[in-house]
């Protein structure tokens, strides 16, 4: 498989940016955070993004999705990443679809999945409890009640927990396994806080509190929660690391054609080679953040990633490259940089969120070490 | 089974049959590579035989057309060779400045003759050649040389210094970059010549760089006769063929950071340094140095097989070459620094045999040349931000 996009995909990646840089650019994002609007991510868009075969672009045809793979989840995500239009595409189109659509009993597959599709239902995974994406360490309990289980438990940085129509909790079900249950949030017991992030991009927290569910609530088998989890975060960190690139690499090229026009001393100060060496060499690194976020999706289509240390290696090298993008952004710009109205801010906000889904570049180095044994 | 699995299976068939055991695991040094040559020299018959066994195939520069002796495969093929040969930790059978730099350069702007006469020879590890373009006064700006080619009919006489050629004294030809109109703005007055070591008027004298080791050279040449027959590409257009010719020098330059060899880093640290009661590496600052380091590795390994894939696909301009020579030879160098920290006191022994007469620390040093061969970290930059970002008067 040759490590660049077939003709298909580069159409789906055209098809994407261009609808994105005309419905959703990042003029979107800024009206959605000015008017402090209540849900923070525009419902039409997302019926649109369902329209056009976006949403669901890894659910299967056969449940109304478009039954394309991870490389076509990246592609998207990219394009999200670049224009940083808020979206329920991560949570519902990758995390959310990916579950059920390997997990789910046929009756919740029937039931969310062509919505989800359709753009037209929003879910959202609890999973993390700490201010660090650490799922080993997961207190979350489900314990036997009735015919189903009790939940209990807190959990943060919900990807739009605050508006979801159903939400996929993540709970152990004894000391080592865990399990998933698929909750309505209208459920009692079932508490749930917006947290409007530095980025103006939304989450939740989300408290259990003897949340009664009964047992066809459960996505896949009991106890058999970690592996359906591991692939669909495998998926969300190669997505994540590909949303990350569209970020990195637009506050890139908006920060080149500063260089490009910007005076001073007489000269554009891209003729600066102090300059010119540290663009060139953030060049390179974006490259490498590029190729191994491709390869990472590229072997989860291939079924080759089955520990997840490709979507490893890309979450950490994707997170790395980023950041240095945007630093570099925000330096080069000079005062300008600072200042709201700028776009190159709102990318230094969007990737420090991104940096922390799913393990930041420090947890996924460490994961890699592990697997190695050392 | 695809045709590109038939062909794994059987390549894996004829490796098993074909590559020796001795051949297969990390080289204990630099020095044990094979050069081939006239008056070549092995580590082990086993060396000897695999070269051999190799350039008979092709192998040894698989994607060349079989027509030069190349191996005639298919980007897609030669990476299954690459994976399978990876997979047994096979060495390279042959190194070679004829496959990495002239060979390519010759498919572009060599004649048929040339072709003929020289590629297959350069497969099988018949002649090494040597590369003579620096001059003492002519580094980073290579298009400054001095040396002359005056013209004489049907050959040239060819009179001036080269520096650093890298294995000067055990090379049987040399490509090289002579001035053959002294006139012409500087790019346009070079040509590019070849011609065998042992013509009368060439000597060499020996370079001894830090690392105690000396494969390089000063190259003087007092009225070397040359033939016109080996011009390559057009006279006074020299640059066009020297330029990408530098391209695939550092590609390969490049890739000297994506081989890791044998076993993961981390472990070997973990030999020398201990583990702590998680089983982890005892040292945490440099467990995370190795962890990050090994991220990039990955990395850097996919962007080389990706920027492959983008050149066949005519998707990116060569001059992406010096994105990865700068990034591998960088990378390099920051893999020596940490295998001299996890060896430790051990990798700073010169003279000894438990070291390998310092293997560690002499190819330690020997990589800081690497940001400087082929053109300088700082060259590197210079071309990619001003031939793949536009950056103004760069
Ligand atoms: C081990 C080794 C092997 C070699 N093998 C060969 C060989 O086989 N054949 C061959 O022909 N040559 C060979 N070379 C030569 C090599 O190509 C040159 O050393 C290299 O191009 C740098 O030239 P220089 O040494 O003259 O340094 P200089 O050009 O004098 O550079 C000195 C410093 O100035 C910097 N600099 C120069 N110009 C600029 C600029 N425009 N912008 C910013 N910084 C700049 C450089 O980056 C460097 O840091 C080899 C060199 C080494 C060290």
Same mark, same amino acid.
């Given at each position: 498989?040759?490590?660049?996009?077939?003709?298909?995909?580069?159409?789906?990646?055209?098809?994407?940016?261009?609808?994105?840089?005309?419905?959703?650019?990042?003029?979107?994002?800024?009206?959605?955070?000015?008017?402090?609007?209540?849900?923070?991510?525009?419902?039409?868009?997302?019926?649109?993004?369902?329209?056009?075969?976006?949403?669901?672009?890894?659910?299967?045809?056969?449940?109304?999705?478009?039954?394309?793979?991870?490389?076509?989840?990246?592609?998207?995500?990219?394009?999200?990443?670049?224009?940083?239009?808020?979206?329920?595409?991560?949570?519902?189109?990758?995390?959310?679809?990916?579950?059920?659509?390997?997990?789910?009993?046929?009756?919740?597959?029937?039931?969310?999945?062509?919505?989800?599709?359709?753009?037209?239902?929003?879910?959202?995974?609890?999973?993390?409890?700490?201010?660090?994406?650490?799922?080993?360490?997961?207190?979350?309990?489900?314990?036997?009640?009735?015919?189903?289980?009790?939940?209990?438990?807190?959990?943060?940085?919900?990807?739009?927990?605050?508006?979801?129509?159903?939400?996929?909790?993540?709970?152990?079900?004894?000391?080592?396994?865990?399990?998933?249950?698929?909750?309505?949030?209208?459920?009692?017991?079932?508490?749930?806080?917006?947290?409007?992030?530095?980025?103006?991009?939304?989450?939740?927290?989300?408290?259990?509190?003897?949340?009664?569910?009964?047992?066809?609530?459960?996505?896949?088998?009991?106890?058999?929660?970690?592996?359906?989890?591991?692939?669909?975060?495998?998926?969300?960190?190669?997505?994540?690391?590909?949303?990350?690139?569209?970020?990195?690499?637009?506050?890139?090229?908006?920060?080149?054609?500063?260089?490009?026009?910007?005076?001073?001393?007489?000269?554009?100060?891209?003729?600066?080679?102090?300059?010119?060496?540290?663009?060139?060499?953030?060049?390179?690194?974006?490259?490498?953040?590029?190729?191994?976020?491709?390869?990472?999706?590229?072997?989860?289509?291939?079924?080759?990633?089955?520990?997840?240390?490709?979507?490893?290696?890309?979450?950490?090298?994707?997170?790395?490259?980023?950041?240095?993008?945007?630093?570099?952004?925000?330096?080069?710009?000079?005062?300008?940089?600072?200042?709201?109205?700028?776009?190159?801010?709102?990318?230094?906000?969007?990737?420090?969120?991104?940096?922390?889904?799913?393990?930041?570049?420090?947890?996924?180095?460490?994961?890699?070490?592990?697997?190695?044994?050392? | 089974?695809?045709?590109?699995?038939?062909?794994?299976?059987?390549?894996?068939?004829?490796?098993?049959?074909?590559?020796?055991?001795?051949?297969?695991?990390?080289?204990?040094?630099?020095?044990?590579?094979v050069w081939g040559g006239r008056n070549p020299t092995f580590?082990?018959?086993?060396?000897?035989?695999?070269?051999?066994?190799?350039?008979?195939?092709?192998?040894?520069?698989?994607?060349?057309?079989?027509?030069?002796?190349?191996?005639?495969?298919?980007?897609?093929?030669?990476?299954?060779?690459?994976?399978?040969?990876?997979?047994?930790?096979?060495?390279?059978?042959l190194s070679s400045f004829g496959i990495?730099m002239l060979g390519?350069a010759l498919?572009?702007?060599g004649?048929?003759e040339q072709?003929k006469r020289f590629l297959p020879e350069i497969v099988r590890g018949e002649i090494r050649w040597c590369q003579g373009y620096s001059e003492?006064?002519?580094?980073?700006?290579?298009?400054?040389?001095?040396t002359r080619a005056v013209?004489e009919?049907d050959h040239w006489i060819v009179n001036g210094q080269k520096v650093w050629t890298s294995y000067a004294d055990k090379a049987d030809w040399i490509f090289c970059l002579v001035?053959?109109?002294?006139?012409?703005?500087?790019?346009?007055?070079?040509s590019f010549v070849l011609f065998d070591m042992t013509t009368p008027g060439v000597t060499t004298k020996p370079i001894?760089?830090?690392?105690?080791?000396s494969p390089f050279c000063e190259t003087f040449f007092d009225d070397v006769r040359v033939e016109k027959a080996n011009l390559v590409?057009?006279?006074?257009?020299?640059?066009?063929?020297?330029?990408?010719?530098?391209?695939?020098?550092?590609?390969?330059?490049?890739?000297?950071?994506?081989?890791?060899?044998?076993? $993961? *880093?981390?472990?070997?640290?973990?030999?020398? +340094?201990? !583990? &702590?009661?998680? =089983?982890?590496?005892?040292? $945490? *600052?440099?467990?995370?140095?190795?962890?990050? +380091?090994? !991220? &990039?590795?990955? =990395?850097?390994?996919?962007?080389?097989?990706?920027?492959?894939?983008?050149?066949?696909?005519?998707?990116?301009?060569? =001059?992406?070459?010096?994105?990865?020579?700068?990034?591998?030879?960088?990378?390099?160098?920051?893999?020596?620094?940490?295998?001299?920290?996890?060896?430790?006191?051990?990798?700073?022994?010169?003279?000894?045999?438990?070291?390998?007469?310092?293997?560690?620390?002499?190819?330690?040093?020997?990589?800081?040349?690497?940001?400087?061969?082929?053109?300088?970290?700082?060259?590197?930059?210079?071309?990619?931000?001003?031939?793949?970002?536009?950056?103004?008067?760069?």
């Amino acid at each position: 498989m040759p490590l660049i996009l077939t003709e298909e995909q580069t159409m789906l990646k055209e098809a994407a940016d261009g609808f994105l840089s005309e419905n959703a650019p990042v003029a979107h994002l800024r009206a959605l955070r000015d008017s402090h609007d209540a849900d923070g991510v525009s419902r039409d868009l997302w019926k649109a993004f369902g329209e056009m075969g976006f949403a669901g672009v890894i659910i299967p045809e056969e449940h109304g999705g478009s039954g394309l793979g991870a490389v076509e989840a990246g592609v998207m995500a990219e394009a999200l990443g670049r224009t940083l239009t808020p979206s329920p595409f991560m949570g519902s189109g990758v995390l959310c679809a990916s579950l059920l659509a390997e997990g789910g009993s046929t009756e919740q597959q029937g039931e969310w999945l062509p919505k989800i599709a359709a753009g037209e239902a929003i879910l959202a995974l609890a999973l993390d409890e700490g201010p660090k994406h650490r799922p080993s360490a997961m207190t979350a309990r489900a314990e036997r009640s009735g015919n189903g289980f009790k939940l209990n438990g807190a959990k943060g940085f919900v990807l739009d927990g605050h508006i979801a129509d159903a939400l996929i909790v993540a709970a152990k079900t004894d000391d080592v396994t865990l399990s998933l249950f698929l909750v309505d949030p209208k459920t009692a017991g079932v508490e749930i806080e917006r947290t409007v992030m530095v980025d103006a991009h939304n989450a939740a927290r989300v408290t259990l509190t003897d949340v009664q569910v009964d047992a066809d609530a459960m996505v896949g088998a009991i106890d058999q929660g970690e592996p359906l989890l591991q692939k669909a975060l495998n998926l969300g960190r190669a997505c994540a690391a590909a949303q990350l690139n569209g970020a990195g690499d637009q506050a890139f090229q908006i920060t080149l054609e500063y260089l490009r026009t910007r005076k001073q001393f007489g000269k554009l100060i891209g003729e600066f080679q102090a300059l010119q060496h540290r663009a060139a060499h953030l060049f390179s690194e974006i490259e490498l953040s590029r190729a191994a976020t491709l390869g990472a999706l590229q072997r989860i289509d291939a079924g080759v990633d089955e520990k997840g240390l490709s979507a490893s290696i890309a979450k950490s090298k994707a997170g790395r490259v980023a950041e240095l993008a945007v630093q570099e952004a925000v330096q080069m710009h000079g005062g300008v940089g600072m200042t709201d109205e700028f776009d190159v801010g709102l990318y230094m906000k969007r990737v420090r969120v991104l940096n922390e889904l799913f393990g930041d570049a420090g947890f996924h180095a460490d994961r890699l070490a592990r697997a190695q044994g050392y | 089974m695809t045709d590109l699995e038939t062909f794994r299976a059987e390549t894996r068939a004829w490796l098993e049959a074909n590559c020796p055991a001795e051949v297969r695991g990390p080289m204990d040094s630099e020095e044990d590579r094979v050069w081939g040559g006239r008056n070549p020299t092995f580590k082990t018959p086993a060396h000897k035989l695999w070269m051999e066994r190799m350039g008979a195939k092709g192998w040894t520069a698989p994607e060349w057309p079989a027509e030069y002796g190349g191996g005639g495969l298919s980007r897609e093929e030669a990476k299954v060779l690459h994976s399978e040969l990876r997979r047994i930790d096979a060495q390279l059978a042959l190194s070679s400045f004829g496959i990495w730099m002239l060979g390519p350069a010759l498919l572009q702007f060599g004649t048929e003759e040339q072709k003929k006469r020289f590629l297959p020879e350069i497969v099988r590890g018949e002649i090494r050649w040597c590369q003579g373009y620096s001059e003492p006064g002519a580094g980073s700006d290579l298009a400054g040389i001095q040396t002359r080619a005056v013209d004489e009919g049907d050959h040239w006489i060819v009179n001036g210094q080269k520096v650093w050629t890298s294995y000067a004294d055990k090379a049987d030809w040399i490509f090289c970059l002579v001035r053959t109109d002294p006139d012409a703005p500087k790019h346009l007055g070079i040509s590019f010549v070849l011609f065998d070591m042992t013509t009368p008027g060439v000597t060499t004298k020996p370079i001894t760089l830090i690392s105690g080791k000396s494969p390089f050279c000063e190259t003087f040449f007092d009225d070397v006769r040359v033939e016109k027959a080996n011009l390559v590409g057009t006279l006074n257009r020299g640059w066009d063929v020297a330029k990408a010719l530098l391209a695939h020098e550092r590609t390969m330059i490049g890739a000297m950071g994506s081989i890791a060899s044998g076993r $993961p *880093m981390g472990l070997v640290a973990a030999d020398s +340094l201990g !583990v &702590d009661s998680d =089983a982890r590496l005892e040292d $945490p *600052m440099l467990r995370a140095r190795i962890a990050e +380091l090994e !991220v &990039d590795l990955a =990395a850097f390994n996919l962007a080389m097989e990706r920027v492959g894939d983008q050149v066949k696909a005519r998707q990116v301009s060569p =001059a992406i070459a010096s994105m990865l020579k700068y990034y591998g030879s960088e990378l390099n160098k920051r893999r020596h620094e940490i295998l001299m920290t996890a060896g430790g006191s051990d990798t700073l022994e010169w003279e000894s045999e438990r070291s390998g007469h310092g293997s560690a620390a002499r190819d330690w040093l020997r990589t800081k040349a690497n940001s400087i061969e082929g053109g300088t970290s700082e060259i590197q930059l210079n071309i990619i931000a001003k031939h793949l970002l536009q950056l103004p008067g760069a």
